[in-house]
């Protein structure tokens, strides 16, 4: 199953071969954890390094999702093949923790923590095999009061540094059809120019008929006519997260 | 204009600004959407200026896969996003001074980080780079909220200023916009059936979906003209940018070949405009459906054919009044009939 889902939404990640960034979106009921977490795994299985920084999580969060999409993360920790950063649990503390970054300083001292890791790594593998997939930089926003541009400009920064950049953001309505409050002018302007400037989109979102018991969402990919090299344009599905698996199919498509 | 010259006309047009003869366009500003892209037209400018070996400049303020990479020759690539205004001016200007030839094209990927954040310098900046050599091409889109620098800030921009967008647009010698040619599919259908015209990416309704399904489609690009004569005549036209072959280039006069179309030769564009084939075996299925037999047989049909209708005369030339004679018979009881009445 697994190689089927890699396979149809999961190429365009892997198999692009110039410098791109892709777009993942997701609302609150329809989470993109799992998404990250297969595309970390698919990311991992092909002969990609991945630094992976998250707003959102800890490294034992993830560990413990990687592991049931067969990929234990400790063990390329130690190949030097995952680098985690930790964007979570100090990011208001002085900089304590050795994987962490901190803001305590500002944007820009977060920024250059991250670019000291991410030269690191790509000064060891070399930058064209370095995936880095940045989740929820949105809450920089919010919680930091920086400009949507400010961030992108961060993430231009980090992505010259790289071969590809994911980013991971939230795009529930109240975050981007709301223009009233700087905040959500902010949050609004972040995801649509990300969504301009990726090579693909992928979008996650709840059922349009509400809720049933055996479908978790839906599942839209576009890509930018430049990406040629999958055999599709655009995509949408349906998808069924269940307990360490996930069913992708077709909208009327018989399941077993 | 009788479409043929329009299309001729329309075309050499487009074509002229395409391939930057002549100094068409100054300053050519792009509108895009999630919806459609500018990338397909921008790719377009960049094609077609480096086989004339025109050199380019793309300015980046947040391209995270600029042009280049893929390694086109005369192209440089300007990292723009760290650059202070003056300091990118000044870069431009040398690099434009060190080139060997006077054309060059000059290309902004987005004008929408500079709206953002310095709206006040976006006319003097935009200004000092348009000159009679130099082609400007800047892309700007229009569902990114611009965040204006608050009040109290240093470079904040006063209310009662237009926003930039109507800035640039009085600037700007032509503007395209380009469009999703499927999603201008669908609204013509809608459109056709009196229906609402269905909304894309962000407009569709659909909490958490950001591209609608359709954009930036790979078989090309719409782009609508608004071009700006030197007397301030606006031509408006729309065109087709197709992505590869399959359409037929047009022979245009002076031996050009372009491929751009007009919208409305577009084949599926020109579909619902035909009247349908009738008749090919099939019933015409948007018929009234009624439980009556609304149909007439043959013996009805003589019969009513048969029917003289009233006054068929006076149809004739110089029917029965001759003229404009008004035919009138009083009637006897009900009108009320006075001789005396005329005579005054």
Redesign the interface.
Known sequence: MSQSLHHDLLSHHISLSSSHLCLVTSVLGASGSWYGHSLLAALLKSSSTVIHLSFLHSAVFHSDAVRKWGVDLGQYGRKGRYVFIDGLSGLFLPDRTKDGVSMQAGLEKLSQQVKEKVKKVAAAVGSSKVVLVVEGPDVLLSVGGVSSMEVVNELLDWHELVSSTTVMVNADAAFVTRTRTRLEMEEASFVTTLAHQAASVTSLRMLDTGLAKDVSGVLRVTTSSETANTDWHEKEVLYFVKDGSVEVFNRGQMRS | MSLDHRRTHNLLLISRLLSLRDSTSPFTLIL?T?SQ?S??LV?EYILRATSQKIPILFISF????PPG??GAGGLTVI?A??LPISALQTQITTHLSSLPSKRCLLIID?L??LC??SPSSLAPFLSSLISPTTTLIATF?L?????MP?EASGSAYPDSAPSPLVLLKYFATTILEVRSITHMLEGKKARDRSLVEPGWG?EEG?????????????EGTVVVMEYRRKSGRGVTEGFFLP?GAGFKETLLPGGIREKVILLEDHPEWRVSEQVKERGNGFEDEEGPKSTFSLGLTEEQRKKRDEVVLPYFDAQREGGIGGGGAILFTPDREIDDFDDEEDEI
Do not use: Y
């Not at chain 2, 947040?62 to 896969?65: A, K």
């Not at chain 2, 569902?143 to 965040?147: A, K, V």
């Open positions: 895009d999630l892209s990338r397909p790719s947040n391209s995270f896969s990479v893929a990292r996003h760290r987005s929408n980080p953002s954040s889109s569902d990114i909220p611009l965040s608050p962000l659909k909490e958490g979906a950001v591209v609608g399904l359709g954009a930036t489609p790979r992505a």
